[in-house]
């Protein structure tokens, strides 16, 4: 693979191969290079994170690396799996996230925990483009992972590599270099508790050719992989929003039945005073009004599911060089629940027959027959369903070898990634609803009658409100060879050049998604942008004594909309003796605001949670005329888009690193790394915003008669600083072979971060998020991945762990509500049989020991009662797969 063996060319003291023995190998790589196992040998082997060929064992940073034949063994289905076993990765957002949050259904990397818009991910060593819904991070949904042979990780800033996002490190999945023959291969997942979240995937690949003998080798893989939805009521940790004891409410103060305000300021619910009978309802005694807990109708995982096609051809011009084509074809589908469409400020007459104490409607003390103002939740329309898709083509180009002693790579380029949401039930026309209740055709208090009903179907809303584009078009060209001899070695150098042109626009149908203030994109419009970039980079190897090695690398970045930038990186590799190696290195990056950071259409939605109007519910009580069910207690609006203003990320990275090798069999490795970023892009915390009035009131807009919260700004601004340092661990043991009992090994994987702390804006006060849930969410203190690998002859099995440490939790009621998460450990055990006819087979269990998440009282997604972005609801669950090859 053309692309992949320009990479191998790895630059010594830049990057560092780690050896994968079992699961991982994070930078634990054999530094004495005299192993006789295949998968410790040291060949010109493909590493991520250069443009000049050196062997693995030259290099100088670390890089963990995953073989895809491991992926079965932690029962591993989707690139996000797979990304979760990295102690590094802090990712946050996953399908779970699809659930009322408008993500899409994207699932992203971020490594260090520094922001997925600053971890670059590549596919066969080349960019994929983004997912348009914010336009910083590809969608690990996309990622073909039955076509990949290995992930590899460069745990390193490589901006004067790669350019703008590769500030917390790069991720380079590569796909198999060919394919002869075909292979189909079964897995499905069954939860041991009931509830659904079972999953399926069937693979077929095959290939033609032999590129030496051949002169070619066409190759094709097909993937399909599906899960089905885990409502939030089928496990009892996530089954209420209401949880007094830890001083959690979620629920929503508007429901079925509707809650009134009435002119004289009385505030309650016809059948309060009955016990607010229902489905989700929980009275609420201070306002004499029912409540809707939402987790009746939500999912904490939601129906997903990824296709992928990929094929590629590869042709062989002479012996030394190759031309090839790669096309890529990826779709990704999530089908989300949440509540019934929520409305307020919906106008009762008194003559309407579902009037309080009208006949039909129970009446209530108090009312003077003036109009009511109503919260209404149309639980009659369904609850609400989101379809959101997404979609990426990718065609490369390219051919690489070597030309009058010069080893050149040179491709083109063309990326396409699509997304859309679209209505798919409960989602209604606000307007003709209030015009219903206004009219008294609609009943906002109980069972619709037939007209009722038929109003309310003939007002659902179907269809797509959004789709947004993303196209990137490039070519690049890098050429490399040794240019010099010094007593110690040869001089390598590189230069490379790249020219990429991006676009992104998004459609808002402004006609549907009007109708639906819900939607969140009741108001917005449509944008585009599109940008030039071009760059030239180099690097430089010099080997200054036989044990001393100094790497140069340097880019030169031109963007057309944002200005020019130059990142340097230095780095050093010194091994004085056959079993010890020093490596460091200083780079500065750079990250240019992304297209949707600059253009994106500006949105009002809910908070995720519920709030009192600092102003006109001050200590959850409402001032004199202001409606206490809208004012107190209840999501408001905020509001959020891009901002053509936005500076670029700037950031200063170092790191310093040693592996040990005492005896053969065991390698370990311990590399520091310090991230400081400055004018870090993004929004200041709607918990943020609502905890400090008094500082963020200027974000606060009112109607002009000061009576209505209209929405709170939370554009992408630029905030402040972020500071983070840690250490990275890595173990591997190769027990010796033993005829009796087989090989055994042992893998160990950790990430200590000794601090995190970012500013909300310039200047300001640094918050800490080591161990602690601060705006959004946490920074694990200790991260780690652990297995225990077996084979014999045709048999095979592993033990795996992972751990996250616990943290402080969000609190955001009261000081008495305090409280630690718990750490969280799983296990997965799994066992193979190779022993049948041209079959393969695997059977495991993932969360062998059945633990549930442990509790979090997080409000920043919609599921409650633990954090899904984390954690795993589905419990203990079983799994097979079948591979037959013909």
């Known amino acids: 693979m053309m692309i992949e063996k320009l990479l191998s060319r790895s630059l010594r003291l830049i990057c ?22 295949d998968s410790a040998s040291i060949q010109r082997v493909e590493v991520t994170g250069s443009s000049i060929k050196r062997l693995s064992s030259q290099t100088a940073l670390p890089i963990t690396s995953i073989k895809a034949d491991d992926f079965i063994k932690q029962g591993l289905t989707t690139a996000q799996d797979v990304m979760n076993t990295i102690p590094m990765n802090q990712s946050s957002q996953g399908s779970s996230q699809s659930v009322g949050l408008g993500t899409g259904g994207q699932s ?7 922001g997925a818009d600053k971890t670059l991910v590549l596919l066969n060593g080349r960019r994929i483009a983004s997912h348009p819904f914010n336009g910083s991070s590809v969608d690990l949904n996309i990622i073909p992972l039955s076509a990949l042979d290995r992930v590899e990780i460069l745990r390193d800033g490589a901006s004067a590599i790669y350019g703008t996002d590769a500030i917390g490190g790069v991720i380079n999945f590569i796909t198999k270099r060919s394919v002869q023959g075909a292979t189909v291969s079964v897995e499905g997942f069954s939860p041991t508790k009931s509830g659904g979240g079972e999953e399926s995937r069937v693979n077929i690949s095959g ?10 080798n066409v190759f094709g893989v097909a993937d399909v992989h599906k899960q089905s939805a885990l409502s939030a009521t089928s496990r009892g940790f996530s089954d209420t929003s209401l949880i007094p004891g830890k001083g959690v409410d979620r629920t929503s103060g508007t429901s079925q039945p509707a809650n009134f305000f009435a002119d004289n300021g009385l505030t309650g619910n016809p059948y309060y005073a009955t016990g607010c009978q229902g489905p989700g309802l929980v009275a609420n005694s201070k306002t004499g009004t029912c409540r809707t807990d939402t987790t009746t109708f939500i999912d904490d995982i939601p129906k997903t599911q990824q296709e992928s096609y990929l094929g590629k051809a590869t042709f062989k011009i002479n012996e030394d060089n190759t031309a090839s084509v790669e096309y890529l074809h990826a779709r990704s589908s ?39 103002t109503l919260n209404w939740r149309t639980v009659a329309a369904g609850k609400r369903e989101g379809y959101d898709t997404s979609t990426s083509d990718r065609l490369v180009l390219s051919s690489e070898g070597l030309v009058a002693g010069w080893d050149y790579d040179v491709g083109f380029n063309y990326s396409i990634s699509k997304a859309a949401s679209a209505f798919v039930n409960g989602y209604t026309n606000d307007s003709q609803i209030m015009q219903g209740v206004a009219n008294g055709i609609l009943n906002p208090f109980g069972d619709q009658s037939a007209a009722g009903t038929a109003y309310i179907d003939a007002a659902q809303l179907h269809g797509q409100y959004l789709g947004a584009k993303m196209t990137s078009a490039g070519v690049d060209a890098k050429i490399s060879r040794d240019i010099y001899q010094l007593p110690a070695g040869a001089v390598g150098f590189a230069l490379g050049t790249e ?7 998004y459609d808002v149908n402004t006609a549907l998604a009007s109708q639906a203030q819900s939607s969140g994109y009741a108001d917005a419009q449509n944008q585009s942008g599109q940008r030039n970039i071009a760059a030239l980079f180099s690097e430089l190897s010099v080997p200054l004594r036989k044990d001393l090695d100094l790497s140069l690398a340097a880019r030169y970045d031109h963007y057309n909309d944002v200005g020019n930038t ?25 990250r240019a605001p992304t297209l949707y950071d600059l253009h994106g259409p500006a949105t009002t939605t809910f908070t995720g949670n519920a709030y009192d109007d600092p102003k006109l519910c001050p200590g959850g009580t409402a001032i004199p005329g202001a409606n206490a069910n809208v004012v107190c207690n ?3 609006n905020i509001r959020s888009g891009g901002n053509i203003n936005l500076k670029p990320e700037k950031s200063k990275t170092f790191s310093l690193g040693m592996v040990l090798e005492p005896i053969n069999s065991v390698t370990v490795s311990f590399d520091y790394f310090n991230i400081k970023i400055r004018d870090k892009i993004g929004t200041v915390a709607e918990q943020t915003l609502f905890g400090d009035y008094a500082k963020y009131q200027q974000d606060f807009v009112y109607s002009a008669d000061g009576k209505t919260l209209e929405y709170v700004n939370a554009n992408l601004t630029n905030l402040g600083e972020v500071h983070t340092s840690g250490v990275d661990t890595s173990l591997t043991w190769r027990l010796p072979h033993s005829n009796t009992y087989g090989d055994f090994g042992v893998q160990f994987d950790g990430t200590w971060v000794h601090n995190y702390e970012y500013q909300n804006e310039a200047g300001g006060a640094y918050i800490q998020n080591v161990g602690v849930y601060a705006d959004n969410n946490p920074v694990f203190r200790w991260k780690h991945n652990a297995s225990l690998n077996w084979s014999q002859g045709k048999w095979g099995a592993s033990l795996s762990n992972q751990f996250m440490s616990g943290y402080q939790d969000q609190n955001l009621v009261s000081a008495q509500y305090q409280q630690h998460v718990k750490a969280y450990s799983t296990f997965s055990l799994s066992g193979s049989y190779k022993g049948f006819h041209n079959t393969d087979i695997s059977v495991g269990v993932k969360n062998l020991f059945d633990t549930n998440p442990p509790f979090s009282n997080q409000g920043t997604v919609f599921q409650t009662g633990y954090d899904p972005r984390y954690t795993d609801p589905l419990g203990r669950t079983l799994y097979v797969k079948a591979s037959y090859k013909f």
Do not use: C, E
Request: charged share 15%; glycine share 14%; aromatic share 10%.
């Open 634 to 636: 209840q999501q408001q």
């Open 499 to 505: 020219f990429r042109h991006d676009k992104a626009t």
């Open 334 to 372: 999530t089908l989300s629940s949440i509540a019934p469409s929520p409305l307020i400020g919906i106008s009762m007459p008194s003559s309407s027959p579902y009037y309080p104490g009208n006949g039909i409607v129970p009446g209530v003390a108090g009312l003077n027959g003036s109009d009511l």
């Open 566 to 590: 130059f990142n340097p990186k230095v780095g050093f590799r010194w091994q004085p003796t056959k079993q010890v190696l020093f490596r460091t290195s200083y780079n500065t990056g750079f």
């Open 108 to 114: 992203t990397a971020d490594l260090r925990g520094i």
């Open 207 to 216: 290939g033609y050719g032999d590129l030496n003998k051949d002169g070619f």
């Open 16 to 37: 560092a191969s780690g050896l994968l023995f079992g699961m991982h190998a994070a930078g634990a790589q054999s530094i004495t290079d005299n192993s006789t196992d």
